[in-house]
């Protein structure tokens, strides 16, 4: 072996051997926000009752499908908003007093756009959410109901 190749390889050495110290340093990104810790909490129940999901409701609802997986089935459902430019959508639950315990009911939020925006196609405007259920969520349901400002959809089984 040659010089230059043994004094390559030591150094090649040293540099792997440096990597190690690499995870410890900020220069690695899982390092930069650190661990969670346990925390107190700071709001009451009052004030968590109090947040509000500040989306607006889809107008109208398309479709609702549902698609069995492995361990559940996902719900899908496709809304139109008034024009364009809504973002983030979500099924969001819904508890209602006096419901019946076999039928679970969603409301499709849906945050507007800023400023004013174009209607366009209605192709154009449809916004796909989802939320997967799993088989225990599922067992004893029979109808899962998705609302809108305009309509609602149910499926049953």
């Not at 508890?95 to 400023?115: H, K, M």
């Amino acid at each position: 072996m040659t010089v230059s190749r043994r004094i390559f390889l030591v150094g090649l050495a040293g540099a792997v051997a440096s990597c190690g110290r690499l995870k410890d340093t900020k220069l690695n990104p899982r390092n930069w926000f650190g661990r969670s810790r346990a925390n107190r909490v700071r709001l009451s129940p009052d004030q968590l009752a109090e947040v509000a999901d500040t989306r607006g409701v889809v107008d109208q609802i398309l479709t609702l499908a549902i698609e069995p997986t492995k361990g559940g089935a996902i719900i899908r459902a496709t809304g139109v908003p008034p024009v364009q430019g809504y973002f983030d959508g979500e099924l969001v639950p819904v508890t209602l007093e006096n419901a019946d315990p076999s039928e679970l009911v969603y409301v499709f939020r849906i945050a507007g756009p800023w400023g004013e925006k174009r209607v366009s196609t209605q192709a154009s405007r449809e916004v796909v959410v989802a939320v997967f259920l799993s088989n225990i969520k599922l067992e004893g349901i029979r109808r899962i109901t998705v609302e809108a400002a305009q309509n609602s959809r149910t499926l049953s089984r």
